[in-house]
């Protein structure tokens, strides 16, 4: 179970939204590459970073933020947000991006992620946001009627590396996982399952450590960090005493 702290960023700065709502964005840090460093320093092993205004552009808008993130940290990195072809895939995993996330690619053009996954195993994730259960897209701001499920079940066989999986009407307001529906998409593909979205407290992170939770292959954390409601050592050691306990 791995915990990661989420850099959004927006016009080269980090914030955070409501429920994906560009218009309640609340800047936490002037400066992406200092909030990574910082994370790396409370102990994290992985960051995951969306360039938000490429969500909704379709293609990175971010990339002076991103790279100053890269030169800065030695963990490794996943970043979503305007990957939509292959140009910008490769593009990215060479500057030393770990894994890109590709979402609304992912509903638009699945042959596309399928040869992205072969070209580059162990590289490529999904990103299914979900709103109503519904899959969303173009920066959430378009809802498709594939449901998560259907979409996950669609790369089972492909080589992607994981799956992130975001509750939209959680995203930004500290109301807690939705544990159910990240189980049930779980359950349904062998892909590993990232949870994100409502992310709030120490209680969260405690829920996270139960039987039922092993199948998932990690957490993300935005505000929760931000304004202190999580506490990072004793939401790492938490999660490390959960992996070292003998199955």
Known sequence: MILFPAIDLKEGRCVRLVQGDMDQATVFNDD????AAAFEAQGFEW???VDLDGAFAGKPMNAAAVEAILG???IPVQLGGGIRDMKTVEGWLAKGVARV???TAAVRDPDFVREAARRHPGKVAVGIDAKDGLVAVEGWAQTSTLT?????RRFEDAGVAAIIYTDIARDGILKGLNIPM???LARAVSIPVIASGGLASMADIERLTHPDCAVLGGAISGRALYDGRIDPDQA???LRSVRKEPA
Do not use: S
């Open 32 to 35: 992406p590459a200092a909030q």
């Open 47 to 49: 960051l995951h970073v």
């Open 182 to 184: 990240t189980l049930a």
């Open 148 to 152: 998560a499920e259907e979409l996950g």
């Open 101 to 103: 996330i590709i979402g």
């Open 72 to 74: 800065r940290i030695r």
């Open 236 to 238: 790492l050691a938490l």
